[in-house]
């Protein structure tokens, strides 16, 4: 039976947990007798007002999703049903993959309405998996997208081989949309760790407390199915019921980001999101994400490459001026001189091509060479001073 949990105990910004000391000794969820056979199925409701962390994560259907097409560099994600998106993680005996690795729990989830529903299909003993994996197959062909981190790489590769191993036939699978490709893309220059808790944490603002280390849960399972107490197995579920829901609330904030401008956010995002939109041919979206890394106050890298982002977006507008100013900014910021060197190599393109201002080039090709190596700014000099020699 589906679990109808509290407003006030659901609106708050803490980690969904279960109330361990009452499942001690039982699993929770029930057993369900399906056309396939029986299966365990753990069945909750989130309300609405849930948030995880800071993140409210019914924001997940309001995302653009033209947006989340970008960042994902999908363009099949375009036109999906956020409505219809079906969340994805699995809990594993091992890591390795491979047909060893048996996926002992699995997390799915999707919105109705404003709630997020939490399905979650446990293996109370190895040998039964066809009821579980029929189960997600009838859920994978309703969705009109699916959800993961690092699902790409693992976990569906590790269920398309389960499918196969135990004879059902796989779903064909709809756009898939890996967060983890997302937030490496945006986040990797300013956080060190892509693990999903670590996202949390800095971008969610949550914290765990008395969460099950995810080296640990295939040992935990193993005990389990040696008689051991089942406590361990609940927390298990509880991390999985976590996972998913920081999925939901990850994508509302990556993609929320990408939507517009966040003044507050570090240069080093919006240098991120700009490299995105430049990738996806959206100019004037890499100019408003350029300008915002430019201007807030990074260090002298981060400024620099903004202001070469801007100037080639100008350079592809046809905007000779903003170019210009653009590359005088980042000539100003640079405080090494290999930064200098690129910039002036730039601007020595711009001066000798664009206008066409011989003097000026000279003066910028003098100090290229760390950027485009001796030959290559030798040979530059020389064809700018017999050039000036030419024109007088």
């Avoid at 969904?16 to 699993?27: I, P, T």
């Avoid at 004037?284 to 106050?297: E, I």
Wanted: hydrophobic share 40%; aromatic share 4%; with cysteine.
């Amino acid at each position: 039976m589906s679990i109808k949990r509290s407003l006030a105990r659901l609106a708050q910004s803490t980690p969904r947990q279960l109330d361990v000391a009452s499942v001690r000794g039982a699993l929770p969820g029930q057993r369900r007798e399906t056309t396939h056979g029986e299966l365990h199925l753990i069945d909750e409701y989130l309300e609405p007002q849930h948030h995880h962390g800071r993140s409210p994560i019914a924001k997940a259907l309001e995302v653009s999703t033209e947006r989340l097409a970008q960042l994902a560099l999908d363009p099949s994600l375009e036109r999906i049903d956020l409505q219809r998106a079906l969340f994805l993680d699995t809990e594993t005996t091992g890591l390795a993959g491979g047909t060893g690795t048996v996926p002992f729990l699995i997390g799915i989830a999707w919105f109705e309405d404003q709630s997020m529903r939490i399905q979650q299909l446990f293996l109370p003993e190895l040998g039964r998996e066809a009821p579980m994996l029929s189960w997600l197959r009838e859920r994978v062909q309703q969705s009109s997208c699916v959800v993961s981190f690092n699902g790409k790489t693992f976990d569906w590769p590790l269920l398309r081989n389960r499918f196969v191993l135990n004879r059902v036939r796989a779903p064909a699978l709809p756009p898939h949309l890996d967060l983890l490709h997302c937030a490496r893309r945006v986040l990797r220059p300013r956080l060190k760790s892509i693990r999903l808790v670590e996202l949390e944490r800095r971008v969610l603002g949550m914290y765990r407390e008395d969460d099950v280390s995810g080296a640990l849960i295939p040992q935990l399972y193993f005990d389990y199915l040696d008689g051991g107490d089942v406590s361990p197995i609940a927390k298990v579920i509880e991390h999985n019921a976590n996972d998913l829901i920081a999925l939901a609330a990850l994508l509302a904030e990556l993609v929320g980001h990408f939507d517009e401008v966040h003044g507050n956010d570090d240069p080093r995002d919006h240098l991120a999101y700009a490299k995105v939109a430049e990738r996806t041919g959206d100019r004037a979206r890499a100019q408003s994400f350029a300008a915002a890394a430019a201007q807030g106050g990074g260090e002298s890298a981060c400024t620099v490459e903004a202001c070469l982002l801007n100037a080639r977006m100008a350079r592809r507008g046809g905007d000779v001026d903003d170019e210009e100013r653009a590359l005088l900014d980042a000539l100003l910021a640079a405080d090494d001189e290999l930064l200098r060197a690129v910039v002036q190599l730039a601007l020595a393109k711009l001066y000798e091509h664009r206008r066409k201002d011989l003097d000026r080039a000279l003066e910028h090709a003098k100090g290229t060479m760390l950027a485009e190596g001796d030959d290559a700014a030798e040979r530059r000099l020389a064809r700018l001073q017999r050039r000036l020699g030419n024109s007088i």
